[in-house]
């Protein structure tokens, strides 16, 4: 599975839209990109995928580039429960193992009031 | 939909001792099943994948013998880690996926385990 690079750390207030960056240069052209969120001692939550097409659904939107080497994740209006580290994952849909995660590093989002 | 719960949710065990997770599907038939295990400030490490009736396969480094996986059924998965030792403590957490779209998969809330 390619791999993703994610900026450690971000501030965003609270109200105000929160964008967060991922590269995945090296993505193939069957591999889906993939975010979920971790609130502390908690499990990860799912938030959104897509392949190619822009998406959008009730807990975020997610912007892919038309080369498809990077993406945005975006959170229209933060609160202080969007507090997590977001992760930015690319991988194949399918196959016998069901598309195993490798979870790099992420994003720990601060929403501040 | 698509709810995965793991029992215990925090564990204590003394050095030497073995350790069940249980790992269950709620609503939904789990085809494959992932066991992570997350240790403070760090992020997940996938340790091993399992299908429903076939033996788990193992991420590199991760010992198959000290980290037995059953998934005896499409709604359960048990971890046991055996022999346990203080550099076992962690969080450790399940995921379960379907067959069919895009395989998302769906997050337990997490074990913590602590060994003394």
């Known amino acids: 599975d390619a791999k993703t690079t994610q900026p450690p750390s971000m501030d965003c207030a609270e109200g105000r839209a929160a964008n967060l960056p991922c590269n995945h240069s090296?993505?193939?052209?069957?591999?889906?990109v993939y975010w979920y969120r971790q609130i502390h001692s908690q499990g990860p939550q799912y938030i959104i995928h897509g392949l190619k097409n822009n998406e959008t659904n009730e807990m975020a939107s997610l912007i892919i580039t038309e080369d498809r080497k990077s993406s945005t994740l975006i959170l229209p209006h933060a609160t202080l429960r969007d507090t997590a580290v977001y992760y930015c994952?690319?991988?194949?849909?399918?196959?016998?193992?069901?598309?195993?995660?490798?979870f790099g590093q992420g994003t720990e989002l601060s929403v501040k009031p | 939909g698509a709810v995965v719960s793991q029992h215990p949710s925090r564990v204590i065990c003394k050095s030497g001792t073995s350790v069940k997770i249980e790992c269950r599907s709620l609503?939904?038939?789990?085809?494959?099943m992932f066991w992570y295990r997350q240790f403070p400030k760090q992020s997940l490490m996938l340790m091993a994948t399992?299908?429903?009736?076939?033996?788990?396969?193992?991420e590199q480094g991760v010992e198959k013998d000290k980290f037995l996986i059953n998934h005896a059924s499409l709604t359960l998965s048990t971890l046991t880690v055996t022999s346990a030792h203080p550099e076992d403590s962690s969080f450790y957490i399940c995921s379960a996926s379907y067959s069919g779209g895009a395989n998302e998969q769906f997050f337990g809330p997490g074990t913590r385990l602590t060994v003394l």
């Open positions: 994952i690319v991988r194949v849909a399918g196959g016998n193992q069901g598309g195993k995660l490798i």
């Open positions: 090296t993505i193939s052209g069957n591999e889906y």
């Open positions: 609503d939904f038939q789990a085809t494959t």
């Open positions: 399992s299908n429903e009736g076939s033996k788990a396969t193992y």
